[in-house]
């Protein structure tokens, strides 16, 4: 049975930051991409950033040169450095596994999310 466990949401100030971060737990292989959507209230849930298992990113327009997604394949961890934080990143945040390859099952799976708020 593997578990994504999302941390490191809450508030910050505009112009702020915060570092998100979404663990896997559970007998893993291997991990194809891994990556960070957000859904804020009213709108559907949309893609902010991806990395592949090789290292390769993609970010949305609206976050690139600020948000940098990484990953600890060792500790089947990825992580989300928001900077320079806007009141429209305001949001619930979930982290994205694709392609979890266990014992018997190769699937995806979607983090509890976490809820970043960006207000002064």
């Known amino acids: 049975q593997v578990q994504l466990v999302e941390s490191g949401g809450g508030l910050a100030q505009p112009g702020g930051s915060l570092r998100l971060s979404c663990a896997a737990s559970?007998?893993?292989?291997?991990?194809?991409?891994m990556g960070w959507y957000r859904q804020a209230p009213g709108k559907e849930r949309e893609p902010v950033a991806t990395?592949?298992?090789?290292?390769?990113?993609n970010y949305s327009d609206s976050v690139k040169g600020r948000f940098t997604i990484s990953r600890d394949n060792g500790k089947n961890t990825v992580y989300l450095q928001m900077n320079s934080l806007k009141p429209e990143d305001t949001a619930v945040y979930y982290c994205?596994?694709?392609?979890?390859?266990?014992?018997?099952?190769?699937?995806?799976?979607w983090g509890q999310g976490t809820q970043v708020t960006v207000s002064s």
């Open positions: 559970g007998s893993i292989f291997s991990i194809n991409a």
């Open positions: 994205y596994f694709d392609k979890v390859y266990t014992i018997g099952t190769l699937r995806n799976y």
């Open positions: 990395i592949t298992g090789g290292g390769s990113t």
